[in-house]
């Protein structure tokens, strides 16, 4: 009988401890659920929370404002002309005429600012040619975003300040301190359209063309002047120049701008 209850006692023995190591193991299966489970949770958390943090980088000063400017009573920035003032012509007079079609956010019109912009503006007031502006938004629709439409608001208060504040203004925004990335919409931002502008004499400081930008004065010009983009013949992307009419390829250096001009009949 002994023998018998020392069996039978090794037997529950036995048994108890396969049944604490099963239940140890599935405890030990349900903490590696749970610490995998908060781990995924906290990835999807930082991937969240950079991805809010990239929305709000991006996110637009005047949000929703744009469909309301499209219909909106237009004021025009001084130093323009025709309906709507979509006709942005500056210099002296002259028979020759260059005519720039851009968009705020288009790299390539950033090194065409970068690399022959100076030489550009130069040959304008020397009276060479008349130089006329029309400025686009559609990398706004193409990528995404209000950076275009917003910075061509805020050259039009650069303009209303005058000639030389806009063309100052325009190369800052092109320049490589400032132009972002085509699929960044930094310029959405009417804080960093004035961080730019106070690179600018005529403009830093000052308090009317930084209410024009915080109140989107210009909007609706903005959306006139793009659409006049749009209707604009033979031009199918940015940069592109016009001299006296004709499509030139854009030229790389001051050197081949001047020899352009000499091509077209363009002299003094």
Not at 111 to 133: A, P, R
Request: aromatic share 6%; proline share 4%; with cysteine.
């Amino acid at each position: 009988m002994s023998q018998r209850n020392s069996q039978a006692a090794k037997s529950a023995a036995r048994e108890r401890i396969r049944a604490q190591q099963e239940a140890e193991r599935k405890r030990e299966k349900r903490k590696r659920a749970a610490i995998v489970g908060v781990s995924i949770v906290g990835v999807i958390a930082i991937a969240g929370g950079v991805g809010y943090a990239v929305m709000q980088a991006n996110k637009p000063s005047k949000p929703g404002n744009w469909e309301k400017a499209a219909d909106a009573k237009v004021v025009a920035p001084a130093n323009t002309s025709g309906k709507n003032g979509t006709t942005l012509t500056l210099g002296k007079s002259s028979k020759n005429t260059v005519h720039l079609y851009e968009d705020p956010r288009c790299p390539g019109c950033a090194v065409m600012e970068q690399s022959i912009g100076e030489t550009v503006n130069k040959g304008m007031k020397d009276g060479d040619y008349k130089l006329s502006f029309t400025i686009g938004t559609f990398l706004d629709n193409n990528l995404g975003g209000e950076g275009s439409k917003n910075a061509l608001s805020a050259l039009g208060a650069a303009l209303n300040v005058s000639p030389d504040a806009f063309l100052e203004y325009k190369t800052a925004l092109y320049s490589a301190k400032f132009h972002p990335s085509e699929s960044t919409d930094t310029f959405a931002k009417d804080d960093e359209l004035l961080k730019v502008a106070d690179t600018v004499d005529a403009l830093k400081d000052n308090k009317k063309f930084e209410s024009a930008v915080k109140k989107g004065t210009y909007d609706a010009w903005a959306m006139k002047m793009s659409d006049s983009f749009q209707s604009a013949e033979g031009v199918q992307s940015t940069p592109t120049i016009k001299i006296n009419g004709k499509v030139v390829e854009t030229p790389k250096t001051p050197e081949a701008w001047k020899a352009a001009l000499k091509t077209a009949g363009v002299t003094k």
